[in-house]
């Protein structure tokens, strides 16, 4: 068979489309599938747990009268009680838990208690409370303290009024807040305490923030480095009803009081009356009238005795305006006191001040 020119096209072309076709024809191949983007989460950062708020521990306060730690909330206005030291008297009330308890002589050669209270509270019973005296006004005032009294001498009363002291006075603006105990007889049974006392200082419009003078205080576990051993001494007023020992307790390191040889207890808990410092300072007394009122001068300073640990320190004891009374040890600084109770004993200079105080290095044998 002979092919012209245009069936030769023609069958090249029919060979060309078989190609084409064998190639697009259904193979058993399967066409790739196309990639699947899978949304995966963003790594979140574990969580750690948040540390719990931390709480400072609260600071401490200390009483700036006693160098202890002192009970949560501010300290009240101190009180200056006035308490009858007679020996119908004894025991008292309350007088172991005076953050400072003084001693010193009234009208007829007996001696008054001063308590100043500030840092206890809840103390159930406080007194007998007896009248007041110019210097003994003095000496609560030093600690800012309200004036808690019966009745006082015509110069006190003079002071009281003209220049409009802080003061609750049984027989006078505060009586609602004393009663008298029927088992002992009067003057000798009139107690109040602290919370009638706070009570009535914040009716009368005493009760206000005062500022109140601190002493310096050092480590309670300090050892003594100067000074002499004394483990006793003893006071002689100017009556013999009224001798006043102590003796050191090492236990409790404190001086333990006595009065004419017998511990002297607080009739409300049955505990002894005691002081980390015992400080017994000799002041000018003057005799004023024939009933024998003093004047004593707690201003001027002079010879002093600290007792602490079962030393004594000898040196001076000086008051600045408007402060409390101090001891100044022979190089002119001002002596440390060791946390606790403090007790200042005011003896007379004459015939002199030494003739008032014995002490001991060692106690006496019972």
Known sequence: MTLNLNSSRLLAGLMVASLLLTACGGGSTAPEASPTAVATAAPQPSALPEPSPTTAPPVQQLSGLTGLPVQEGSLPRPL??????????????GISEAD????????????????????????VKIGPVRSI??????????????TVHAGGSPAAYAILQRQKKADMDEIGNGGAYFW????????????????????????LGYSGTIEVPSYMFTDPDYLPTEGAAAAELKINYLLQSYTVGYQYNSERRTFVRSVNGKPHLDLNNNNPVEAANVMVIGADHKVLDDVGRLQIDVELGGEALLFQRGTVLTGKWARKPGDIIRFVKNDGTEALMYPGITHVLIVPNSPSFSSHVEYAAAPSPS
């Open 80 to 93: 200056a009680v006035m308490i009858n030291n007679a020996p119908a008297a004894r025991p008292q009330s």
């Open 100 to 123: 400072v308890l003084y001693e010193v002589l009234a009208e007829g050669g007996i001696t008054r208690l001063i308590g100043i209270f500030q840092s206890h509270t809840g103390i």
């Open 133 to 146: 005296r110019p210097y003994l006004i003095d000496l609560g005032e030093s600690y800012g303290a309200v």
């Open 180 to 203: 008298r105990d029927k088992e002992r007889k009067a003057p000798h049974n009139l107690y109040s305490n602290s919370a009638k006392l706070q009570e009535g200082a914040e009716k």
